[in-house]
C-alpha cells in the first residue's frame, strides 16, 4: 500500500530535493498547516534559530513552543535579589515571553512546563518529565519537531533528545526532527540551514538581547555577550556551507516512519 503524504513527508521531499548535500530552507515552501513543535529545554533555545521560526511562521505554520524548564541554574545570583530559584525562573520566563511579543508568537502557543530538574539544574528525566512531554506530543501530532542536537556537552539539550527520538519513534505518523546547532553542539552533520544577510541579523541580535540574564552571564564568564556567540556560530556554519549569504542556521534532519498498527 502506498503511503499517504503528509505535510511532513510532503515537505522533506522539498528539502531532499534532487541534489546531494544541504538544502536551503529559503528555497523551499512549507506545505499549508503545517504543525511544528519546538521543544525548548531552557528559555532563550527557540531565540537562537529565530530567522528559521520566522520563515515558518510567515509561512502559517502552526508553532507551539514548549519551554521545558525554568533554566534557574543559568542565572547569576548577582542578576537577582532574592536570588532565588523561583525568583530566577521568573525572569528567565519573563525574558521569554518579552522576546515572543517582540517575534510575534502568540502566548497561547507558548508553555512553560516548569519539568523537574537534577542536581545538574537540568532537565531530570523520570516520569512527571517523561508524562508531560508525551501528553504535550500526543496531543499536538507535530509534523516538525525542533529542539537541540543530541551530541553537545549540555546534559538538558542531551536529555531532550532523547525523550523526543523516543517518543517520535512510536508515533502513528510520520515525524520530521529538525535538531538545531548550538554553540555546545560537538558534531553534527547540516542537511538543512537558513541563511540569513546583516539586516536579518540585527533583527536576531535584538531579540536575543530580550535575555538580559543570558547576556550577563555570557559578558562575565565568557568575555562575549549571548547574542555575540550565537551569531558567531551563525557565521561559522555559512562559511562551512560555502555559501553567499554571511550567517545561517544549521539543521540535522531525521524522518521517523509512523509505527504499524497490529
Not at 53 to 71: P, R, Y
Not at 146 to 170: E, S
Not at 196 to 224: A, T
Amino acid at each position: 500500500m502506498t503511503a499517504t503524504v503528509t505535510p511532513c513527508t510532503e515537505f522533506l521531499l522539498q528539502l531532499r530535493g534532487a541534489n546531494e548535500g544541504p538544502q536551503s530552507l529559503a528555497d523551499l515552501s512549507p506545505p499549508p498547516a503545517l504543525r511544528l513543535l519546538v521543544l525548548a529545554p531552557h528559555p532563550d533555545d527557540f531565540d537562537e534559530v529565530a530567522v528559521t521560526m520566522k520563515h515558518f511562521f510567515e509561512s502559517a505554520a502552526d508553532i507551539t513552543l514548549a519551554v521545558l524548564t525554568g533554566g534557574a541554574s543559568g542565572v547569576l545570583d548577582s542578576f537577582v535579589t532574592p536570588a532565588t530559584d523561583a525568583r530566577k525562573i521568573e525572569v528567565r520566563e519573563t525574558e521569554q515571553t518579552n522576546a515572543l511579543s517582540f517575534f510575534g508568537l502568540p502566548p497561547d502557543h507558548v508553555v512553560f512546563l516548569r519539568l523537574p530538574v537534577s542536581d545538574d539544574g537540568e532537565l531530570r528525566l523520570g516520569p512527571d518529565a517523561r508524562d508531560a512531554l508525551a501528553a504535550l506530543f500526543d496531543g499536538l501530532a507535530p509534523d516538525i519537531v525542533i529542539l537541540p542536537h543530541g551530541d553537545d556537552t549540555n546534559a538538558g539539550h542531551r536529555r531532550t533528545f532523547v525523550t523526543f527520538r523516543q517518543m517520535a519513534a512510536t508515533a502513528r505518523k510520520h515525524v520530521l526532527g529538525l535538531y538545531q546547532r548550538d554553540p555546545k553542539t560537538i558534531s553534527i552533520r547540516i542537511d538543512a540551514y537558513l541563511p540569513f544577510d546583516e539586516s536579518e541579523s540585527q533583527w536576531k541580535r535584538q531579540m536575543l538581547r530580550f535575555h538580559r540574564s543570558q547576556q550577563e552571564r555570557n559578558l562575565e564568564q565568557r568575555g562575549s555577550g549571548l547574542d555575540d556567540r550565537i551569531l558567531e556560530l551563525n557565521a561559522r556554519t555559512a562559511a562551512e556551507l560555502q555559501i553567499d549569504d554571511s550567517y545561517a542556521e544549521g539543521f540535522q534532519v531525521e524522518l521517523f516512519q509512523p509505527r504499524r498498527g497490529r
